[in-house]
């Protein structure tokens, strides 16, 4: 895993620091795996590949340096984790709706020393209600369909900062059907960017929303009108 990760962060331009915790990561992802539902992916090599280089592919599509950053649906911690490890000045708060995987995560940060990373169990829409507008970035993958994940996300983005999907390449159609759910929600369609996770033949989008206006006090709406009407 070592020389994946060294060589995989090298091709990406990105500092070789956070390697031994990435390599401790892994082993506790492993390890509590083997008692609750956290990811699929087990084989080092793929979780060097498929999380952590994956994840550390947006800091070469947007600067996380210093900002503060919402990772929505965060899971085993994806893309929030290696992000916060590789850039350590941003100020990340991890959001899942599963208390077992929050918990997990704070296992995570206290076994890494990440000690300001926040670890919150609540459902994105909700959230919203204490921590509106008030994130220079949010990143999300593996969540939603791209209109009801807009919804959940862009309303805690400020306004100047965006919010950044992780989808695959074939998202055309996904991010037509999201085009009037942004400008609704405040957004513009800023960049969409083709990365290729080093070491793999597989090739990602990141779909960079930025937040033009302030999103209309109506949205986020209770989940189930969510998803039984999406906007
Ligand atoms: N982002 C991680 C990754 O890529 O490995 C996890 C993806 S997992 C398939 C989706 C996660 O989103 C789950 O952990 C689930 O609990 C969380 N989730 C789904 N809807 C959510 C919501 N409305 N608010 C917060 N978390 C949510």
Redesign the pocket.
Same mark, same amino acid.
Do not use: C, I, K, Q
């Given at each position: 895993m070592e020389q994946l990760l060294q060589d995989g962060l090298t091709a990406l331009g990105l500092p070789a620091d956070g390697i031994p915790a990435l390599i401790r990561y892994a082993d506790l992802l492993v390890e509590k795996n083997k008692v609750m539902n956290l $990811?699929a992916i087990t084989e080092p090599a793929d979780i060097a590949r498929l999380?952590f280089l994956d994840s550390a592919a947006l800091l070469t599509i947007a600067d996380f340096k210093e900002k503060t950053v919402a990772d =929505? *649906? $965060? *899971? /085993?911690g #994806?893309p929030g984790v290696p992000l916060r490890i590789i850039e350590p000045s941003m100020h990340l708060t991890l &959001?899942? /709706? &599963?208390n077992k995987?929050v918990e997990f995560l704070k296992e995570v940060c206290g076994d890494l020393g990440l000690a300001d990373v926040e670890c919150v169990h +609540?459902?994105?829409?909700e959230f919203a209600a204490d921590r509106r507008e008030s994130f220079d970035l949010v990143t999300?993958?593996? =969540? +939603?369909a791209l209109p009801l994940l807009c919804e &959940?996300c862009l309303p805690l983005v400020n306004v100047g900062g965006s919010f950044i999907s992780m989808k695959s390449v074939d998202a055309g159609a996904e991010l037509d059907s999201a085009r009037r759910a942004i400008e609704v929600l405040g957004g513009t369609v800023d960049r969409v960017v083709d990365y290729d996770i080093p070491g793999t033949e597989i090739r990602h989008r990141a779909i960079v929303i930025k937040k033009a206006r302030e999103t209309p006090k109506k949205y986020p709406r209770a #989940?189930a009108k969510i998803k039984k009407n999406p906007l």
């Open positions: $990811t999380h =929505v *649906g $965060t *899971g /085993a #994806f &959001l899942d /709706a &599963l995987r +609540a459902r994105a829409e999300s993958r593996a =969540v +939603a &959940l #989940f």
